[in-house]
């Protein structure tokens, strides 16, 4: 079972940045049709996508957060980055890692692994 794992710091200053690292193991973040995805989780938002990467390197972004978000890999060490800028408390939340497994003709794909999710506080 691919395994993911998150990590960065769990506090972060207001206008600051959150920089997030997904770690995948028993996995490659280059295997067709893979999609490796940032969800984050708020008691009053719930769950909210806040993009991916594909396996070819193609990124994707929520229209709510793509101005100030950025999704990036390192495949030698198959991590994958998030770096949200100007943050504010609104952007406290739980952070998730998680894959998306296409086939090569499909349109759409459950999210069928998660990581287990990092505590991140933006707060002075």
């Known amino acids: 079972q691919v395994q993911l794992q998150e990590s960065g710091p769990g506090l972060v200053k207001p206008s600051q940045m959150i920089s997030l690292t997904c770690t995948v193991s028993?996995?490659?973040?280059?295997?067709?049709?893979?999609?490796w995805n940032w969800i984050r989780q708020t008691p009053g938002k719930g769950l909210e996508w806040i993009g991916a990467?594909?396996?070819?390197?193609?990124?994707y972004y929520s229209p709510s957060l793509k101005s100030r978000t950025s999704i990036s890999r390192d495949a030698s060490r198959n991590q994958f980055y998030l770096q949200l800028s100007s943050v504010a408390p609104e952007d406290t939340a739980v952070y998730y890692c998680?894959?998306?497994?296409?086939?090569?003709?499909?349109?759409?794909?459950?999210?069928?692994?998660w990581g287990q999710g990092t505590q991140v506080t933006v707060s002075s």
């Open positions: 998680a894959r998306a497994e296409y086939s090569s003709n499909s349109y759409w794909a459950p999210f069928n692994s």
């Open positions: 028993d996995g490659s973040i280059t295997a067709k049709y893979d999609a």
């Open positions: 990467i594909s396996y070819d390197g193609s990124t």
